[in-house]
Structure formats: C-alpha cells, structure tokens
C-alpha cells in the first residue's frame, strides 16, 4: 500500500482525546440551541400573550380566549427560529469536525496528502477530461484530496455537475431545469508518461443493450478523430468500450492488466466508472450516489464505528492510486 500501514484500531486510540473534545463542544452546541428555544418559546407566548390580553381587553373581549392561538403561534415561530439555528450551528460544527478528524486521519495515513473539506478539483479540469458529453452549467465540487501519494501526484474530490435542459410545452411556455449528469468521486493524477494519442474508457451501454448491433454503431463516428478500440478482455468488453486517437498506443496504455484494474474498480464501487488518459495525466469518474465524509453530528461524534467508517472512505478513494498500480513506473517521462 502507498499510504501507512497504520490500523485503524490505532487511529481510533489516537483519536479519541480529540473526539472527547469534539462531543463535547457538541453537546454544549446543542445546549445553547436548546436555550434559545426557551427563551424564544417562553419570551415570545409571554409577550404575545400579553399583546392578546391588552388587545382583548380593548375590545370588550373575554381575554382567555384568546391565549390558546397566540400561544401556538409563539411555539411555532420559536421553534422555526430555534431549528434554523441549531442548522447552521450544527453545520458549522460539522465543518470543524470535518477538518479535525478527517484531516488528521488523512494525516496518518497519507502524510503527503492534504484535506480541503471545502474545496475540490476544479471545474475547468473537470471539464477537459472528456468524460462526458455536457459541460457542466451547474458545478459544485467538495472533500478535495490534494498531494502525492508515493511517487504519484494525485487531485481528488467530491463531484457534483449539472447541465441545464430547456423545454417548451404545446403552448409555447418554457421551462428550465438542472439535470444532474454526474455525482461521485472524480480523480485526476499523473500517469508519468508523455503520449500523443487520447484514449477514453466510457461505459458500454450499446452492446449490453442491443449485442453486436450496438458495438458497430459504436463504431460509427464519422466526425471524430478517435475510433472505436477493441481490447482482448471479453469481460472487460462487455462493460466498456474504448475509443482512441491510436489504437496502438490505445492498447499500449490499456495493457491487460490496467484493463482488469478498471474492471476490478467499477466491482469494487458498484458505480459506473470512466476513465480517460490525455496528456500526461489519468482522470478516473466513478458515479456514486453516497454523500461521503459527511459526519452526522446530530448523534455521538465519539463513536469508534463512524471512525472506521471515516477510514474505510478515505481508503477506498485514495487506494485509487493502488487499484489502478499507478506508482509502479514501466516508463520514465521524456
């Protein structure tokens, strides 16, 4: 492996001072949240009850009466005050968990790695990789990995693109609306090999769909200057194909083992995953619904299986590099 051999018993040993700490300063967030809630419960039935009483009185009414409404409306407006608040104080706190743990496990285990809960790989390089056929409208990228991780130089993150879609109904009416076409983790690291060609690894969705009548309309590309490349892992060729500019280099750089590599990847994730090579770099895009390296602080922070949990998503992204064998150098950049 290419991060340290650390366990993660020993991380959750190391760890749990700071995650003391962490639920700690949860709690006392909760509790402030809490106070406010009364405050704003019993402050504002007080006071607009007394606003009723004053108001009933002026008008002949009997006051009583009036109380249950004004009261419930008083609960119902503190409490939308009360859980905005406790939102955007959790959220907060969650960030600062994020950096804490997160940070330091990544730390450990890959100690030329940095963590950025906030940032991500950008869109322009999100873009170039040409993985998918939309530009992204919409572009939100999270959770960045950023570093090298033994002779490797690697950028990964959370992914969320979308491209706007127009409609116009019968009577002329248009409606706009933001079409997720990727979600997931995104990678994009350096291949240590200069080459001409582009080659693109996308899901065969034509020949699972429609058999040897879909792999020749994927063939057909008349106006692009990659064409279809065939690879001789039947498996591998029932999930993807392969288009390149050289389909000698093509075949050269998808060598058999790298083929089964990206099949093992798209098992092991149980999403869709692409792969293009361009320049002197890898991108890998692999779909996956799950919001990782979200920390639910409304429950206990100090629990050692949410740690594990942690460690096991770090690993399964960064293990990227491994999966793919990307630090053993078969050639040497020119």
């Known amino acids: 492996m290419s991060g340290s051999p650390r366990s993660d018993a020993d991380l959750a040993t190391a760890l749990a001072p700071d995650l003391q700490r962490l639920e700690d300063e949860r709690c006392a967030v909760l509790a402030r949240t809490g106070s406010v809630f009364r405050k704003l419960g019993i402050g504002g039935a007080i ?16 006051p009583p009466a ?17 859980f905005g608040i406790k939102r955007s104080r959790l959220a907060a706190f969650a960030g600062q968990y994020k950096q ?14 940095h963590y950025r ?8 390089t999100f873009g170039s990789s040409r993985l998918h056929p939309h530009s992204p409208d919409r572009y939100h990228a999270e959770d960045g990995f950023r570093g090298r991780i033994g002779a490797t130089d690697v950028h990964l993150s959370e992914v969320k693109a979308q491209y706007r879609q127009t409609t116009t109904d019968s ?16 990678l994009v690291a350096d291949f240590h090999k200069e080459f001409t060609s582009t080659v693109r690894v996308l ?44 389909d000698v280099e093509a075949r050269y750089l998808l060598s058999t083992s790298m083929a089964r590599r990206i099949l093992d990847l798209k098992k092991a994730w149980g999403g ?6 361009l320049g002197s770099n890898i991108h890998v895009a692999i ?23 942690l460690v096991g998503e770090i690993r399964s992204c960064l293990g990227i590099v491994d999966d793919l064998n990307l630090n053993t150098r078969i050639w040497s950049k020119e």
Request: proline share 6%.
């Open 117 to 124: 809960p906030h940032q991500g790989v950008s869109q322009a």
């Open 203 to 246: 899901p065969d969705r034509a020949e699972r769909l429609l058999g040897r009548f879909g792999r020749a309309l994927q063939g057909f590309h008349p106006f692009s200057a990659e064409k279809l490349v065939y690879l001789e892992d039947p498996e591998f060729e029932k999930q993807f194909v392969v288009y390149g500019s050289d």
């Open 100 to 113: 804490r743990v997160i940070g330091r496990i990544v730390q450990e285990l890959y100690p030329n790695v």
């Open 272 to 277: 869709e995953v692409r792969v293009s090579l």
């Open 47 to 62: 006071g607009l009850g007394a606003a009723a009483l004053l108001a009933a009185i002026g008008e002949g009414r009997t």
């Open 66 to 82: 009036a109380y249950p409404g004004v009261i419930a409306i008083a609960l119902v407006v503190a409490a939308a005050i009360h």
């Open 287 to 309: 779909s996956h619904k799950q919001d990782m390296f979200e920390p639910d602080v409304t429950r206990p922070v100090n629990n050692e299986t949410y740690v594990h949990t």
């Open 171 to 186: 009577k002329g009416r248009t409606q706009t609306r933001y079409v997720t076409y990727f979600r997931g983790v995104f």
